[in-house]
């Protein structure tokens, strides 16, 4: 594991001398672990866009970061709108600054539209609701920046997973799992096809997290080798370690972030 110590690490205009300042693109990042992993962004001097599909959390959201001494905007939109995102993306590239690193994290486990049901029992009409945020949202925020990347020769592309995309459970949630594992596959394909260019592109995949009803959450903690939940900082931990330029020659990789649970 690679260990960076802050306090050595000389600064210039509030940025690491050995980092540049990027600007950062984070999906549903207004609430949550979203904004937990912009905070760090923010703290370590990049510029971080608040993507949400709500305006108002957006911009609470950049204004929360840019209180705190951060550089931050909102940038809300649908991103399970293809058009929507190509032009809001190209938008902003064409005003401001070129996108840098792309974070796919909006998901939608556990929120109202979803819920656990065995796959035998799912009406079909329910499939596009795990689809639509979970795949095509990556692929729609990913191929509206990669080009952008590849033309400068610098990208990072992060897509945060699931271990339900990664192994089979026994918890109903089929299709979204199946959502999860198309996109961090597409990863593994875009980190080939990119690489040449100076882009990487991985995934993060996610155990039980802290934003979870603590009825659930609590018989599963005594099966985590860590005896407890993830967090926002367990993961922010990881995009900092992927953004870097310690981490320029890790592409096409699946992180797993679940306290040592499904070790495969």
Known sequence: MVTINRSSLSTRQGNHVDEQKRTVLITGAGQGMGLVVAQRMAELGHKVLINDIDPARATAAAEQITKAGGDSCPL???????????????????????????????GNAG???????????????????????????VLN?????????????????????????????????SVYGAAKAGAAHLMRHIAREVGPSGVTANVLSLGLMDNVPEEFAGPIIKT??????????????AVEYLVSEQASWVTGQTLPINGGSYAI
């Open 76 to 106: 809300a939109f649908d991103i399970t709108k293809t058009e929507v995102v190509q032009d809001q993306v190209g938008s902003y590239e064409a005003a401001n600054d070129p996108i840098d690193i792309l974070i796919n994290n909006a």
């Open 141 to 173: 925020c990913t191929h509206a920046v990669l080009n952008g990347m590849c033309e400068r020769g610098w990208g990072r592309i992060i897509t945060i997973s699931s271990e339900a995309g990664r192994a089979g459970l026994d918890i109903n949630v």
């Open 224 to 237: 985590i080798p860590m005896r407890r939940l993830g967090s926002g900082h367990d993961v922010a931990s």
């Open 111 to 137: 929120t109202q539209d979803t819920h656990q049901i065995a796959f035998k029992d799912m009406p079909p009409e329910e499939w596009d609701i795990y689809l639509k945020v979970n795949l095509y949202g």
